[in-house]
C-alpha cells in the first residue's frame, strides 16, 4: 500500500484529492501547509511519496521536498502547481502535474513513480 502525503493549501482542492485518492485505496495523510507537513515527518511518520503544490504561504513546495528527502531518502515526490513558468526541479526528475487537473493526470504520475502493481 502506498502511504502519500498530500499538501495543498487550498482546502477543496487537497480535500477532493485525498478523498479520489483514498477511494483508489492508497493511504492519504492531508496537510495544509509545508509547514504541517514538516511537522509530520519530524515526528516520524513514513511516507512513500509526498505529492505537494510547490506555491504555498510559508514553506514551499520545494523546499519541503528537499527536507522530506533528507529524513526519507526513498520517499518519491510530484509537485503540483498552477503556475506554467514552474518547471524547475531542484530534485531532478520529479514530475510536476499542472493545476487545474484531473484524477487521472495524478494517477499517471503516481503510476510513472511506482507502477500500476504497487496500488
Known amino acids: 500500500m502506498i502511504r502519500i502525503l498530500l499538501v495543498e493549501d487550498e482546502a477543496l482542492i487537497r480535500f477532493l484529492a ?3 485518492l483514498t477511494e483508489l485505496g492508497y493511504t ?6 509545508g ?7 519530524g515526528i516520524g ?5 509526498l505529492v505537494t503544490d510547490i ?6 513546495g520545494w ?5 522530506a528527502k533528507s529524513a526519507l531518502p526513498d520517499l518519491e515526490v510530484i509537485y503540483v502547481t498552477g503556475f506554467a ?3 524547475h526541479d531542484p530534485l531532478e526528475g520529479m514530475p ?3 493545476k487545474p487537473y484531473r484524477l487521472e493526470q495524478l494517477q499517471e504520475a503516481i503510476a510513472g513513480r511506482f507502477g500500476e502493481a504497487c496500488r
Open 96 to 98: 510536476v502535474v499542472r
Open 85 to 87: 513558468g514552474e518547471t
Open 63 to 67: 523546499t519541503l521536498a528537499r527536507l
Open 18 to 20: 485525498e478523498e479520489e
Open 28 to 33: 492519504v495523510t492531508a496537510a495544509a501547509s
Open 35 to 41: 509547514d504541517e507537513a514538516a511537522e509530520l515527518i
Open 55 to 60: 506555491r504555498m504561504p510559508g514553506m514551499d
Open 45 to 49: 511518520a513514513c511516507f512513500d511519496l
